[in-house]
Structure formats: structure tokens, C-alpha cells
């Protein structure tokens, strides 16, 4: 069970890492998951807001900490609103940034004029329509989604957390505190010192002899299991 939660951990703390170099340090990062955090009114595990956040930052969004809050805002808005689960629209709405697709996010109501989130966006960096390059469309377009999104806050108002959301929040606190000790047990110095004594007791027992080490563990249960028949 402790191998398990190591790896799991192992598994976390990679993201953790991922995260923080894409995100171009510690202090940036943790001002991105806390924003992210806000936006979603604490229902959603920060693994999940890590993972989806490294994929923005792959794709080579530049966003703030404040334009991530409004991203998760907005998934937030729009789960309300019918198009599915905080996570499911996060996915949408990231994917639809990542590969330019306005379709993506016309099928959950947010309308982009290309043509014109391209013509801001070359007036705003002085540069002719004509010469902008793919990556500056895609640029042009997360802008406009960025305000799209925002509108959509706005319009909105004061969200009220229902009972399944503050039911959700208590979830996630449990699993993130789950998660602190897998990545704990992951990181701890001890336990890492443990498991490479313990390996090394059983190799200098039994080498490379995996049915000797095998019959002692089935020897040691049988004979636990007798005493306690007895």
C-alpha cells in the first residue's frame, strides 16, 4: 500500500514539477493555482487544474494568474449553464485555445469573430493583417476568448455555491490532502531510506533468487495464518 502512495506520489510531484517550469517558477505557479483555484470555488482537485493548466502553457499561452481565474470563471459559468462538468468545459475551452478552434467554442455558446479578434490583435502589436503568422492568429484568438469568457462572468453576476458544490469543495479538500501525503511519502528522505534497506536485506538474502524469496513470504503467511488458527 505505501509502494502504491509512493508512486502515486512520484506521479503528483512530476506534475508539480511540470507546472512550475512551464509556468516559469514556484511563485508564478502557486499565483496561477491559487487564481484557478478561485475560479472554480475550490470543486476541483488541483491535480486536475495543474494538469490542464501545463496544457495552455505547452500550447504557449502567456496568460496571468488573473486570465487563468477567468477561464475557470467562466468553465464555471458555462457548467452551470447545461454544457457539463467544470472539468468537461475546462478540457473544452482549453482545447479550443490550444488548437484555434472557434467551433469548439461555439457548441457551448461563446461566438468569436476571427476576423475581427485578427484585426484587434494586429492594430494592438502594429502588425498588417496580411502578415500575421499562425501563431499570431492563435494569439489573437485566445484574446478574444479571454474577453468572451469574461463577458460571460459578468453577465452572470454573484454566483451562489449550491449544496452539491459546497458538498464537492469538502471532496476535494480530502483529496488534496490525500494527495499531500502520497507526494510527501514520495519526497520523504525516511521513507525512501526504508524501502532501500528493506531492498537490499531481501537481495542480500536471496540475490536473484525470486522462488526462494517467494517460498519465505509464503512460508512467513502460512505460519502467521496457523497462529492465528490456533
Do not use: C, P
Not at 467544470?86 to 457548441?107: F, K, N, P, Y
Not at 485578427?118 to 501563431?135: G, K, Q
Not at 471532496?171 to 520523504?188: E, L, M, N, P, R
Amino acid at each position: 500500500a505505501v509502494l502504491s502512495l509512493g508512486s502515486q506520489g512520484a506521479r503528483l510531484n512530476d506534475i508539480e514539477r511540470g507546472f512550475q517550469n512551464l509556468a516559469g517558477g514556484a511563485e508564478r505557479a502557486t499565483a496561477i493555482l491559487e487564481a484557478m483555484r478561485q475560479g472554480t470555488a475550490n470543486t476541483v482537485d488541483d491535480v486536475v487544474l495543474m494538469t490542464e493548466a501545463n496544457k495552455l502553457l505547452q500550447a504557449g499561452f502567456k496568460g496571468t494568474a488573473e486570465d487563468f481565474k477567468t477561464l475557470t470563471q467562466g468553465a464555471q459559468v458555462l457548467s452551470r449553464q447545461g454544457f457539463g462538468s467544470i472539468e468537461t468545459v475546462m478540457h473544452s475551452v482549453d482545447r479550443a485555445i490550444q488548437m484555434g478552434s472557434v467551433r469548439r467554442l461555439a457548441l457551448m455558446g461563446i461566438t468569436i469573430n476571427t476576423t475581427r479578434a485578427e484585426l484587434d490583435y494586429a492594430a494592438a502589436h502594429d502588425v498588417s493583417l496580411s502578415r500575421m503568422t499562425e501563431s499570431q492568429k492563435k494569439e489573437a484568438l485566445r484574446a478574444a476568448t479571454l474577453e468572451a469568457m469574461s463577458k460571460k462572468v459578468a453577465e452572470a453576476g454573484v454566483i451562489e455555491l449550491s449544496l452539491a458544490q459546497r458538498v464537492q469543495q469538502v471532496i476535494k479538500w480530502i483529496g488534496d490532502f490525500g494527495d499531500a501525503v502520497k507526494q510527501h511519502i514520495d519526497s520523504s528522505g525516511a521513507v525512501r531510506n526504508a524501502f532501500i534497506a528493506i531492498q537490499e536485506a531481501w537481495q542480500k538474502a536471496f540475490g536473484g533468487d525470486t522462488q526462494s524469496m517467494l517460498q519465505a513470504v509464503v512460508a512467513g503467511v502460512d505460519k502467521f495464518a496457523n497462529l492465528v488458527a490456533e
